[in-house]
């Protein structure tokens, strides 16, 4: 390996942290000038990270889009980049001649919200939303969040976080009333009694990625009146969010997810039970739509206003799993599913995985809706037919995130491990013939000709199978430096995935892509227990953590050796969360065989999570134990805990270990990570640990890009020395 010093690295990261990724599309309506020429203006939103400010940058970029029939003729950019970052939430109405925005002012920890109407280039209204104190701060996550235009445009719907009554301490000083009239009195806003004693009750919120979110309320803004109203006659054991206008306008959609007898974590969890309800403004009723024993999200509207779409996940279980998509017939108030969970791969298909269908999703036909999820390693845009429920992915390629669609017009991103993302629009042709959508680039992005990347499927070896799930696969994606004759082999960072139940979907990474340009091969395996290979890929590794994501990883790795040319004496590990947790599983059951090893936020110790983890049944589930809310830990469940934990092989750990902690994580708090490194401190192997002011997924620009440079730095030195 070439000798690669800090500054090489953070040149290098710097460089490619450059490249900005879409997070949103716009499509206005089409526009028919006298001089012939139909178009149409695409607006998409993106973000960067910036690393002199140490924030993400957002911004905005116009284009003009001249279509002929179902075709895109041509596209021209419209202006320079417009930055959009005090824009926390924005919605067109459907005509787009009025735009809703939720802007935040101010500093973080003071920070006053206002929601504008715009119309065409002028501000019409603004609503101070914080003076009003109607309700605490707006919900601008995708869990809970949403900003709705009524279908007569003349309300919007959007969700917040229930108004706090005030509270004072037993001893607090009460001024004296001043005479005032009986009038004063009856108008006054103060509440009529404040309770001492309750400022430091706790509130329960929702976990990782959505702290301080404890109890959301629906709110509608009268655009006339500019009045706000907080919707009543929700129950009491949910939490509503995904709200959506209902097709009559008789009151608006959403999902509720329980929070008795106490709140799990919602991220990066689709197994929470929640249903979805129809809350009627005529009758003041809450009506339950859907199965109220299953984890529901995301629903959509049709077009004609008669279906809604929407996925369901079994409650329970693995903490991400296969979904169904299910459809409510508006008309005939009944349920159906379009497409069941997938246990194996059929057709090349193997099931949903999505965090959520694409906020528009659905055909001018109001039959077909698309979908993005992961199919093995690779991310797709899937057509599916709820009549017939056929399936058709319209993406070649790379990874795919659709954007929007309207009027069948499709936005998409595209990427790829060696390609930094772009949009690509084109129309969605007629039923039956979806595949042969003609993708145009609205502007290129040129692929890094330095990185090579290739998709390589493992079948383990029959001591590592299980009954059950005995003709399993899973699969790698290799990213390498661009080869030469006479090259010497590379050395090697071997990247396992977190979650367990998420996967890599061969999309432009910046940290392989970095390691990459350093030159390293770089190893991003999808072991099983993976999503995107099926239900049962998914449950075989309950019950054996610790062991089967464990043989995955050694086994990838001694197979690339064998056919890549790696060098078999400079293999580094590199993971966070779960992909820690196999990283520490790995360097004490192979002491020998990695010479450097960083993890970011590791699990250690299942039995030291109890009460320490926002989500503690994942802790039960993945060890083979049920779950309940009465759960107290049994002998055999402890046992079984301790003996997946990658502790139990500090005594056989020689490999160097640096190890990122975030001090506000929620999901794996901080003292797991010092318990590692005090046993392997005491036994004298080289460890360090990096504290950082962030959460689980240390992504704040400054934490992200400190912690990859020690890391790459940690990696570099110890293969070299």
Same mark, same amino acid.
């Given at each position: !390996?070439?000798? @690669?010093?800090?500054?090489?690295? /953070?040149a290098?990261f710097?460089?490619l942290?450059q490249?900005?990724?879409?997070? %949103?599309a716009?499509?206005?309506?089409?526009?028919?000038?006298?001089?012939?020429?139909?178009? $149409?203006?695409?607006?998409?939103?993106?973000?960067?990270?910036?690393?002199?400010c140490?924030?993400?940058?957002?911004?905005?970029?116009?284009? *003009?889009?001249f279509?002929?029939?179902?075709?895109?003729?041509?596209?021209?950019?419209?202006?320079?980049?417009m930055?959009?970052q005090?824009e926390?939430?924005?919605k067109?109405? $459907?005509?787009?001649?009025?735009?809703a *925005?939720?802007?935040?002012?101010g500093?973080?920890?003071?920070?006053?919200?206002?929601?504008?109407?715009?119309?065409?280039?002028?501000?019409?209204?603004?609503?101070?939303?914080?003076?009003?104190?109607?309700?605490g701060?707006?919900?601008?996550?995708?869990?809970?969040?949403?900003?709705e235009?009524?279908h007569?445009g003349?309300r919007?719907?959007?969700v917040?976080?229930?108004?706090?009554?005030?509270?004072?301490s037993?001893?607090?000083? =009460?001024?004296?009333?001043?005479?005032?009239s009986? %009038?004063?009195?009856?108008?006054s806003?103060?509440?009529?009694h404040?309770? %001492?004693?309750?400022?430091?009750?706790?509130?329960? +919120?929702?976990?990782?990625?959505?702290?301080?979110?404890s109890v959301?309320?629906?709110?509608?803004?009268?655009?006339?009146?500019?009045?706000?109203?907080i919707l009543?006659?929700?129950?009491?054991?949910?939490?509503?969010?995904?709200?959506l206008?209902?097709p009559?306008?008789? &009151?608006?959609l959403?999902?509720?997810w329980?929070?008795?007898?106490?709140?799990?974590g919602?991220k990066?969890c689709?197994?929470?039970r929640?249903?979805l309800?129809?809350?009627?403004s005529?009758?003041g009723?809450?009506?339950?739509i859907?199965l109220d =024993?299953?984890?529901?999200?995301?629903?959509?509207?049709?077009?004609?206003?008669?279906h809604v779409?929407?996925?369901?996940?079994?409650?329970?279980g693995p903490?991400?799993?296969?979904?169904?998509?299910?459809?409510?017939?508006?008309?005939?108030?009944?349920n159906?599913?379009?497409?069941?969970?997938?246990? $194996?791969s059929?057709?090349g298909?193997?099931? #949903?995985?999505?965090a959520?269908?694409?906020?528009?999703?659905?055909?001018?036909?109001s039959?077909?809706?698309?979908?993005?999820?992961?199919q093995?390693?690779?991310k797709? @845009?899937?057509?599916?037919? =709820?009549?017939?429920? /056929?399936v058709?992915?319209?993406?070649?390629?790379g990874?795919w995130t659709?954007l929007?669609?309207?009027?069948?017009?499709l936005?998409?991103s595209?990427?790829?491990?060696?390609?930094?993302?772009?949009?690509?629009i084109?129309?969605?042709?007629?039923?039956g013939?979806e595949?042969?959508?003609?993708?145009?680039?609205?502007?290129?992005?040129?692929?890094?000709?330095? *990185?090579e990347w290739?998709?390589? =499927?493992?079948?383990?070896?029959?001591?590592s199978?299980?009954?059950?799930y005995? +003709?399993?696969?899973?699969e790698?994606?290799?990213?390498?430096?661009?080869?030469?004759?006479?090259a010497?082999?590379?050395?090697?960072?071997?990247?396992?995935?977190?979650?367990?139940?998420?996967?890599? &979907?061969a999309t432009?990474?910046?940290?392989p /892509?970095?390691f990459?340009?350093?030159g390293?091969?770089?190893?991003?395996?999808?072991? $099983?227990?993976?999503?995107?290979f099926?239900?049962d890929? #998914?449950e075989?590794? @309950? &019950?054996?953590v610790?062991?089967?994501?464990?043989?995955?990883?050694?086994?990838?790795?001694e197979?690339v050796?064998k056919?890549?040319?790696?060098?078999?004496?400079? #293999?580094?590990?590199?993971?966070?969360?779960?992909?820690?947790y196999?990283c520490?599983h790995?360097?004490?059951?192979?002491?020998s065989?990695?010479k /450097?090893?960083?993890?970011?936020?590791?699990? #250690?110790?299942?039995?030291?999570?109890?009460?320490s983890?926002d989500?503690?049944?994942w802790r039960?589930?993945?060890?083979?134990? +049920?779950y309940?809310?009465?759960?107290?830990?049994s002998?055999?469940?402890?046992?079984?805990?301790?003996?997946c934990s990658?502790?139990?092989? &500090?005594?056989?750990?020689?490999t160097?270990?640096? @190890?990122?902690l975030?001090?506000k +994580?929620?999901r794996?708090?901080?003292r797991?990570? !010092?318990?590692y490194?005090r046993?392997?401190?005491?036994?004298?192997?080289?460890?360090?640990?990096l504290?950082?002011?962030?959460?689980?997924?240390?992504?704040?620009?400054?934490?992200?890009?400190?912690?990859?440079?020690?890391s790459?730095a940690?990696i570099?030195?110890?293969l070299?020395?």
């Open positions: !390996m070439l000798p @690669v010093d800090p500054e090489n690295i /953070a290098v710097k460089d942290s490249y900005p990724s879409v997070s %949103k716009l499509i206005g309506p089409e526009v028919s000038p006298q001089n012939g020429g139909k178009y $149409r203006t695409l607006r998409t939103e993106w973000w960067q990270r910036d690393l002199e140490q924030e993400h940058v957002k911004f905005s970029r116009q284009h *003009i889009v279509c002929e029939g179902s075709k895109v003729s041509s596209i021209t950019p419209a202006g320079n980049c930055v959009t005090s926390l939430l924005s067109n109405w $459907r005509t787009g001649g009025m735009k *925005i939720v802007r935040g002012a500093c973080k920890e003071d920070q006053k919200e206002f929601l504008e109407i715009w119309s065409g280039s002028r501000k019409i209204k603004n609503v101070n939303l914080t003076a009003l104190n109607k309700h701060p707006v919900y601008t996550d995708d869990q809970f969040g949403c900003l235009w009524s007569a003349n919007i719907l959007y917040a976080e229930k108004k706090i009554p005030a509270t004072e037993y001893f607090e000083t =009460t001024p004296p009333k001043l005479n005032s009986p %009038k004063e009195d009856k108008n806003t103060a509440p009529a404040v309770p %001492k004693g309750d400022q430091f009750v706790f509130r329960e +919120d929702w976990g990782e990625g959505l702290v301080n979110k959301p309320v629906l709110c509608i803004l009268d655009i006339e009146t500019m009045d706000i109203s009543e006659g929700i129950p009491d054991y949910i939490s509503p969010g995904q709200a206008w209902s009559d306008e008789d &009151g608006v959403f999902v509720g329980w929070h008795e007898p106490f709140r799990l919602l990066f689709n197994n929470r929640s249903a309800y129809h809350l009627k005529s009758s009723s809450c009506e339950l859907s =024993t299953e984890a529901v999200c995301s629903p959509r509207l049709s077009p004609d206003g008669k779409v929407y996925l369901e996940a079994k409650v329970s903490h991400w799993q296969c979904a169904n998509l299910r459809m409510y017939d508006w008309h005939l108030k009944t159906s599913t379009v497409l069941d969970v997938v246990r $194996r059929k057709a298909f193997s099931g #949903i995985y999505s959520g269908l694409p906020k528009n999703c659905w055909s001018m036909d039959r077909r809706v698309l979908v993005n999820t992961p093995r390693s690779r797709v @845009v899937l057509v599916v037919d =709820t009549e017939s429920a /056929a058709e992915s319209i993406t070649p390629g990874g659709l929007t669609i309207q009027e069948d017009l936005v998409a595209f990427s790829s491990p060696n390609c930094p993302p772009c949009v690509k084109g129309f969605l042709p007629p039923k013939k595949t042969e959508v003609l993708w145009v680039s609205v502007e290129e992005a040129e692929a890094l000709h330095n *990185i290739k998709i390589l =499927t493992f079948q383990p070896p029959n001591e199978k299980s009954t059950k005995s +003709d399993l696969d899973f790698g994606i290799l990213l390498t430096p661009q080869q030469t004759d006479g010497v082999p590379f050395p090697l960072v071997v990247y396992p995935h977190g979650g367990p139940h998420s996967v890599f &979907g432009w990474d910046l940290a /892509a970095v990459c340009c350093l390293f091969a770089v190893l991003m395996v999808n072991y $099983r227990g993976s999503t995107g099926g239900q890929s #998914i075989s590794l @309950v &019950g054996r610790g062991q089967q994501d464990v043989a995955d990883v050694q086994f990838s790795v197979q050796l056919s890549e040319p790696l060098d078999a004496s400079q #293999i580094a590990l590199y993971g966070g969360s779960h992909g820690g196999l520490c790995l360097i004490g059951q192979y002491p065989a990695y /450097a090893c960083a993890v970011r936020n590791p699990i #250690i110790n299942f039995v030291t999570l109890i009460g983890t989500i503690p049944d039960y589930i993945e060890v083979g134990f +049920d309940s809310f009465q759960q107290v830990p002998r055999e469940a402890l046992a079984a805990m301790i003996n990658p502790v139990i092989y &500090g005594p056989q750990v020689k160097p270990l640096l @190890v990122l975030g001090e +994580d929620r794996i708090a901080p797991h990570g !010092m318990e490194y046993a392997l401190k005491d036994r004298g192997v080289p460890v360090r640990v504290w950082y002011p962030d959460n689980h997924s240390l992504s704040s620009v400054e934490a992200e890009a400190d912690g990859f440079m020690n790459a940690w570099v030195h110890h070299t020395n």
